[in-house]
């Protein structure tokens, strides 16, 4: 059973450039979630998407957006990018059901921006 | 609102040693627990999680934790360390059973020396 399949693993943009940033999850699973890893915030919970419709928002600004599609692939945008936003945005799926779920990493997409 | 935290950013012991990797939480509402172990350039893989069904979970690669109401506390621990079991790993909560909206700890990065 193939994972979390991130894609691009690794790019570089500019300052003011935008990037989008796709994510497939695990057959089946029809929830993704985003979080950003940087060395100074750590693991923060960006957004959920599920059925196509965002659930669950973190608290980042309106500059990060992102949607899901009938496929329940994902993909997440960044808009005029900073500095700041240089991180490892990771992505994760699981399966929505009563009992308690877990969520499935990938190995995330390494954003640099300049 | 919840958070969780690391005591120790950094941990080392010798091969074969004691880990004991500490996480305290906070939560208004029964939480629900996990680690996380992340490997160099890879995504976050699940160690175990706690879902109130007993106190003491066992998890993958040897690794257990207990959770401690009156001490707020979800510590990770292994009986013996190895060389594969230098990583950073994270302790997480999240207040619902889906498992969703993590709130991640700043992580342990685990050095195991020869």
């Known amino acids: 059973k193939a994972g979390v399949t991130q894609t691009p693993r690794y790019l570089i943009k500019t300052r003011g450039q935008q990037v989008t940033l796709s994510c497939s999850p695990i057959?089946?699973?029809?929830?993704v979630s985003w979080y950003q890893q940087t060395p100074g915030q750590g693991l923060q919970f960006l957004f959920e998407?599920?059925?196509?419709?965002?659930?669950n928002k973190g608290n980042f600004p309106g500059r990060f957006s992102g949607r899901q599609f009938s496929n329940s692939r994902s993909e997440m945008n960044v808009s005029t990018l900073e500095l700041g936003d240089s991180a490892l945005y990771l992505c994760?799926?699981?399966?929505?059901?009563?009992?308690?779920?877990?969520?499935?990493f990938g190995a995330g997409s390494r954003l640099t921006v300049l | 609102a919840q958070s969780v935290t690391q005591l120790g950013s950094h941990v080392s012991v010798s091969e074969g040693a004691l880990v004991l990797l500490r996480c305290n939480y906070s939560s208004s509402v029964p939480p629900y627990l996990f680690w996380y172990v992340q490997y160099p350039n890879q995504g976050l893989q699940l160690l175990l999680k706690y879902t109130s069904a007993a106190t003491l979970v066992k998890g993958i690669n040897g690794f257990e934790a207990e959770f401690k109401k009156s001490e707020t506390s979800f510590h990770l621990t292994k009986p013996s360390a190895h060389m594969s079991d230098a990583a950073e790993y994270f302790c997480?909560?999240?207040?619902?059973?889906?498992?969703?909206?993590?709130?991640f700890g700043g992580g342990t990065r685990l050095m195991v020396k020869p």
């Open positions: 057959s089946g699973h029809r929830s």
């Open positions: 997480a909560v999240s207040d619902n059973n889906a498992g969703n909206m993590l709130t």
């Open positions: 998407y599920f059925s196509e419709t965002q659930r």
């Open positions: 994760a799926s699981r399966v929505i059901s009563s009992g308690a779920n877990v969520l499935t």
